[in-house]
């Protein structure tokens, strides 16, 4: 069976793949993350999670059998991919501009191997509840949204935000388990590996 390498720091993305019983190694791979102009957020997200992948595979012995799955993740709004907040400043903008309304959250994965490459986006719709300014301040002070596309995390405390939600929740954490596992599949990787078997 190939071995599966996954090209991301994101400890959310380790989570999920552990989750659905995906035994793989980790692989960091650096790339340019700018948006390029008159990029729309579902393609910038399959470049990034496409780039992502080639980046790790390069890295690697290319006689090997391995296969790298690449995965990106952007919030939208009113068209506007929204990154991770640059300080305090940015993430309470972004918090007050989320409050009370719907918005996108679109996630690539990517999956390379020596043969090929091959892509799925997924885009989930989120609504959150009108915010109030001392618990946007409040939820900053938690340091979760520090790192946070859209400067919070569904999985954590802003779960109390989230008011209702339309497509993949997992896509939303930052990686949609159920394209995911047709795409390993496509590469012969099973779901449900239990150790020692």
């Known amino acids: 069976m190939a071995t599966l390498y996954l090209a ?6 380790r989570e999920l793949l552990t989750q659905i ?10 790339i340019d993350e700018s948006v390029q102009p ?18 790790g595979l390069a890295k690697l012995d290319q006689a090997s059998d391995a296969v790298v799955l690449g995965a990106d993740t952007a919030v939208v709004l009113d068209g506007r991919i ?3 907040p640059a300080n305090r400043e940015d993430a309470l903008q972004t918090l007050a501009a989320l409050s009370g309304r719907t918005h996108q959250v679109v996630t690539a994965v990517a999956l390379i191997n020596a043969q090929r490459l091959v892509s799925k986006v997924v885009v989930s719709e989120v609504s959150f509840r009108v915010l109030q300014p001392a618990e946007i ?4 002070s938690s340091g979760e949204p ?13 779960s109390v935000f989230v008011s209702h939600l339309q497509g993949s929740y997992s896509a939303v954490v930052g990686l949609p388990l159920c394209e995911t596992a047709a795409l390993l599949g496509e590469f012969a990787i099973p779901c449900w590996q239990v150790a020692g078997h």
Do not use: M
């Open 21 to 30: 019983g995906v035994p793989f190694l980790p692989l960091i791979s650096e």
């Open 38 to 55: 008159g990029e729309s957020a579902q393609g910038y997200v399959e470049r990034l999670a496409r780039e992502k992948a080639a980046a």
């Open 82 to 84: 929204l990154g991770k």
């Open 146 to 158: 520090r790192d946070k596309a859209g400067s919070y995390a569904i999985q954590g405390l802003a």
């Open 137 to 140: 301040e409040t939820y900053w």
């Open 8 to 13: 991301s720091g994101s400890p959310r993305r």
